[in-house]
């Protein structure tokens, strides 16, 4: 199983937007919503940003929202703080595997 | 609160063993699928294996089938990481990480785990 397709870095300035893209296959992405995504600042442990596509977990402000089409799923930061700076990372469900993106690097300028 | 403690990382030589814990709390253990993931220094995240929440079932991902055994003790909200025949290609920081609903949404802080002679 492939590492699913992520740009390197994205960046922006404070209340900005940027969009993550996450490309996969129809055996990951596009098979199933179950994309997940993480947000991990430098040496920290990930946290849970979006879970099913679109769901924020409770304490998540809705600055942070996902989306799928096909097989390549998003993730939009608005209104960019600070401490959005971190990497993040998508995940898909592939049929009893997991699979991760190749993460991309968020600058807030 | 919700927290996992990893421990059990450090430094193996090749073809060596090494057995990882993860100490639950804040939650009820014996409800939930657990999972661990890793990251290579300077990686991305790759997911490790997943049990389920009575430990009759679990799931290995390729590359560590056959040397890796995932396993849990509910009674001492316990998740454990057996690792047999390390490779260099093995050094990473291993999560913990509670599974549900085909996420990941409590990460434990991680053990190094370094694959050198």
Not at chain 2, 34 to 62: C, F, T, Y
Request: with cysteine; hydrophobic share 30%; proline share 4%.
């Amino acid at each position: 199983q492939s590492a699913l397709t992520q740009p390197p870095s994205a960046s922006g300035s404070p209340g900005q937007s940027v969009a993550i893209s996450c490309t996969g296959t129809t055996s990951d992405v596009g098979g199933y919503n179950y994309v997940s995504w993480y947000q991990q600042h430098p040496g920290k442990a990930p946290k849970l940003m979006v879970f099913e596509v679109s769901k924020r977990p409770s304490g998540v402000p809705d600055r942070f929202s996902g989306s799928k089409s096909g097989n390549t799923a998003s993730l939009t930061v608005s209104g960019l703080q600070a401490d959005d700076e971190a990497d993040y990372y998508c995940c898909s469900y592939a049929g009893g595997n997991y699979v991760f993106g190749t993460g991309t690097k968020v600058t807030v300028l | 609160e919700v927290e996992m403690v990893e421990s059990g990382g450090g430094l193996a030589q090749p073809g060596g063993s090494l057995r990882l814990s993860c100490a639950a709390s804040g939650f009820t253990f014996s409800n939930y699928w657990m999972s661990w993931v890793r990251q290579a220094p300077g990686k991305g995240l790759e997911w490790v294996a997943k049990i389920k929440p009575d430990g009759s079932e679990n799931l290995h991902v390729e590359s560590v089938k056959g040397r890796f055994t995932i396993s849990r003790d509910n009674a001492k909200n316990s998740l454990y990481l057996q690792m047999n025949s390390l490779r260099v290609e093995d050094t990473a920081v291993y999560y913990c990480a509670r599974y549900t609903s085909y996420h990941f949404d409590y990460w434990g802080q991680g053990t190094l785990v370094t694959v050198s002679s």
